[in-house]
């Protein structure tokens, strides 16, 4: 069984919104550093966004002030709430989590991370 799906991607105009999901099953999501990363065609997987085991939250410069990171301990679900969308934000999405929670140890930058999703695709037109 994969531990972390996602779900929620799609094709927006630019300015629009997304909010992606990642259900996480056969382990307690809250517990964890749970982040969201995405890839580009051609492009080095980057670190989007991470909250930790206590809500910390953090995010990649690229994506400040737009996107939200979030989680709902009782559905077990992550959450990346997705605004103002840009063509430079077209990507594989996909969501990711680590054991180790604690908010120093859960950035979006440089992050090894246990268990991957499959991903879900985000396009946005200009």
């Known amino acids: 069984q994969v531990p972390l799906a996602e779900s929620g991607g799609g094709s927006v105009q630019a300015g629009g919104s997304l909010r992606l999901s990642c259900a996480a099953s056969?382990?307690?999501?809250?517990?964890?550093?749970m982040g969201w990363l995405r890839q580009a065609p051609g492009k080095e997987r980057e670190g989007v966004a991470a909250?930790?085991?206590?809500?910390?939250?953090s995010f990649a410069d690229s994506v400040k002030g737009r996107f939200t990171i979030s989680k709902d301990t009782a559905k077990n679900t992550l959450y990346l709430q997705m605004n103002s969308l840009k063509p430079e934000d077209i990507a594989m999405y996909s969501c990711?989590?680590?054991?180790?929670?604690?908010?120093?140890?859960?950035?979006?930058?440089?992050?090894?991370?246990?268990?991957w999703g499959q991903g879900t695709q985000v396009a946005v037109s200009s």
């Open positions: 990711a989590a680590d054991g180790l929670g604690i908010a120093t140890m859960c950035r979006p930058v440089d992050k090894e991370y246990l268990y």
């Open positions: 056969g382990f307690a999501a809250s517990s964890y550093c």
């Open positions: 909250i930790a085991s206590d809500g910390t939250t």
